[in-house]
């Protein structure tokens, strides 16, 4: 860091860092940590210590199959055990019995301490009553319980003031409060994790916490953890974690929890980003939609006729029609009035024609008539005299004595020089009118013909422009083509409004807030990775020398140097070669197991900044390849490393008895008499 970030101290310092690296304001970065739950941790609260003073438990345990020789009752044979202990190594221990009870007892010691049992299920149906007194600082405290059909229930008691610190009616709830207490006093936060989420399944990572069971894993060397260097597990990076907590590295729990939190938003950022690219590809789908729908429309458009040309069209079909219909209005009236002039003249000719044959007819009646003598009257059949005759000579009629008219005076019927001139004279005037008359009754109706003739035409024409002004009325209306303008318009303005939406807004997807608090998150991760690395090498080395002569110590002869890693990790050199912890054969892996966990716990109670509480469960050391003289110097290692520290407390179970008797004191030991159970 730089001078300006050592005067600040160290948090400013820290804060000033994430500022810089990830271009933010401070208020900025200190508002995101605080969102997320970072908090700088330099100073870490103060060791705690804790150590079993007394384990007691009873029950029944079923008799042996096919065993009725034994004083067992129905229900089984009884049991109790009961332990007392104190700081130091205590030992329990078997003659070659592997089944004595041994590693039950520290099942049931650490179901006291964790509140999850690791008992196997037919010892733990066994149970009726558990009782484990620990002492947690300067505090006594008692779990005690009932156990029925394997199911607990009871209460944890401070022995100093006798109160219930709480109770419980079964495991799960157990488990909670023992959890939620051993954190609180031992001053522990849950170590935050996360992981991916199973195959095909989206969202963000699943997170979660490992809690003091997790913790508690340091406190437990056995068999099935030997493949880890800390702890029996490497899910969630515990040994990671349970390496700081034996170091009580600074900033661990800041780069933790910086770490998680990164994740978290590193995953909803890319859900965001995710969804960000599904909405510009339904986006760019509905512009291309959109795109595809204006191209047809105005396809569409260009199709219809120009407004301008069609009101032309238009116009020139309904004047046409205009001219049509007013030329067919007047060939009708003129066809009309020719028909009445025809018609008129025709009925002239009929009359006059029958006018010239009456008078005709008439003149030869009369003719025919006055050649004629009567005799006798026509009225009253009187007979004619002679004297009546007379009077025709004087030129009256014989029968009415009317005047007759010259040409009647002849009886000869020889018609005088001027009989009949008159008529003869009407009837060719007659004659004469009748054949002018016929001469216009012609003109008429060649006339007539021609109007006729013209009526067919504009009666054609007229319905050529009637249809004309169907076929243009047929065509798109302006309307049509002011409707397809306004749809090229909608489109158009749709599509703009779809390509320019957000152009006005930097972030239309809201990824700069997850992208400034991954950025901030980041750099926090890794300005409080660097400084709880720098503080874990500066003892590391120490460990590593400590590891070396103590490897060597418990039979590993040819161990030349080890590397441990700020992760947990074990490089291992021996015999000329390098190789991983985790290569190495069982016995090796167990001897280096509980070598670097002594080293850890010698150097934080050296240094007094170690968090781990002081207890320490191992589970049959000499299980492996170890032999007697290397398990001894395993046992007095850690008899010395209690020595140096009184608050120390190291319990183990073995069945090489015989062999640990020699180095671990008669008063810390429980030994099973040779081919007997612990209880």
């Known amino acids: 860091m730089s001078t300006e ?59 042996p199959a096919g065993d009725h020789g034994s004083d067992a009752g129905e229900e089984g044979e009884p049991f109790h055990f009961q332990w007392k202990l104190g700081p130091g ?56 319980m009932t156990v029925s059909n394997s199911k607990p229930a009871g209460t944890v008691i401070s022995k100093e003031s006798g109160l ?23 001053g522990l936060e849950p170590l935050r994790t996360q992981q991916k989420r199973p195959e095909g399944v989206d969202g963000p990572p699943l997170t979660g916490e490992l809690s003091w069971p997790a913790y508690a894993s340091a406190l437990h060397i056995n068999r099935s953890g030997l493949g880890h260097l800390l702890g029996n597990e490497a899910r969630n990076a515990l040994p990671t974690r349970l390496l700081e907590l034996f170091l009580g590295a ?85 066809l009309a009035e020719a028909r009445t002039q025809h018609d008129e003249l025709e009925q002239q000719r009929q009359s006059l024609a029958a006018l010239v044959h009456a008078a005709h007819e008439a003149a030869l009646a009369k003719a025919f008539f006055h050649t004629l003598k009567p005799t006798v009257c026509p009225r009253c059949d009187a007979q004619v005299t002679q004297a009546q005759w007379a009077r025709e000579d004087e030129g009256h009629c014989s029968l009415c004595t009317s005047t007759l008219h010259p040409a009647t005076a002849q009886y000869d019927g020889t018609p005088a020089d001027d009989d009949g001139l008159d008529d003869v004279d009407d009837d060719q005037e007659l004659r004469q009118t009748l054949a002018q008359v016929q001469q216009a009754v012609e003109t008429a109706a060649a006339a007539l013909a021609d109007k006729q003739g013209r009526a067919t035409e504009t009666t054609a024409a007229l319905s050529q422009a009637q249809s004309a002004l169907q076929d243009a009325l ?13 749809e090229v318009a909608r489109l158009r303005g ?52 400590d590891i070396v002569t103590m490897g060597r110590q418990l039979g590993l002869e040819m161990l030349e140097a080890v590397e441990l890693g700020t992760s947990a990790t074990l490089k291992v050199w021996k015999g000329g070669q390098h190789q991983p912890y985790g290569s190495l054969t ?16 010698r150097h934080g109670i050296r240094t007094g900044v170690g968090r781990h509480p002081g207890l320490l469960i191992i589970d049959s050391p000499g299980a492996e390849e170890v032999d007697r003289g290397d398990l001894e110097l395993m046992l007095q290692g850690l008899v010395q490393l209690t020595e140096t520290a009184p608050q120390l407390q190291v319990v183990i179970a073995t069945a090489r008895g015989q062999e640990v008797a ?5 008063d810390q030991l429980r030994l099973a008499p040779a081919g007997e159970r612990l209880w």
Not at 662 to 666: C, L
Request: glycine fraction near 6%.
């Open 474 to 486: 047929a065509r798109p209306a302006a309307g049509d083509r002011r409707a397809a303008e306004l």
């Open 494 to 545: 749709a599509l703009d409004e779809r390509r320019g939406r957000f152009d006005d807004l930097g972030d239309p997807a809201g990824l700069a807030p997850l992208q400034r608090d991954q950025d901030i998150l980041k750099a926090a991760e890794k300005a409080a990775h660097a400084r709880r690395t720098q503080a874990l090498k500066e003892v590391l080395q120490a460990v590593q020398t």
């Open 586 to 601: 069982e016995g090796e892996q167990l001897r280096l197991k509980i070598v670097t966990t002594t080293a850890l716990l």
């Open 250 to 334: 600074p900033w661990a729990a800041t780069m933790v929890s910086a770490a998680v939190a990164q994740k978290l938003v590193a995953a909803q950022l890319s859900a965001a980003k995710a969804r960000a690219q599904a909405e510009a590809d339904e986006r760019q789908s509905k512009i291309d939609e959109l795109d595809h729908s204006l191209q047809q429309a105005q396809d569409r458009l260009d199709t219809l006729p120009d407004l301008g040309q069609n009101a032309v069209d238009l116009n020139a079909s309904y004047q046409a029609l205009t001219e049509a219909t007013e030329a067919a209005g007047n060939a009708q009236r003129e």
């Open 89 to 144: 190594v205590w030992c329990l221990a078997s003659s070659g019995k592997n089944e004595a009870g041994k590693s039950s007892v520290l099942e049931i010691v650490l179901w006291c301490l964790r509140g999850r049992s690791g008992l196997q299920r037919d010892v733990q149906s066994w149970l009726r009553r558990v009782r484990t007194e620990f002492v947690l600082d300067d505090e006594t405290l008692v779990v005690e």
């Open 5 to 63: 970030g050592d005067a600040l101290g160290p948090v400013e310092a820290w804060l000033e860092e994430i500022a810089k690296a990830a271009g933010q304001e401070l208020d900025v970065v200190k508002a995101v940590l605080a969102e997320h739950g970072v908090r700088p941790q330099t100073a870490l609260p103060r060791p705690h210590s804790l150590r079993v003073t007394e384990v007691e438990f009873e029950g029944v345990r079923p008799a």
């Open 164 to 186: 219930a610190l709480f109770s419980f009616d079964n495991a799960a709830t157990f488990e909670e409060l023992m959890d939620a207490f051993m954190l609180e006093r031992l």
């Open 662 to 666: 020699t180095v671990i004191p008669a």
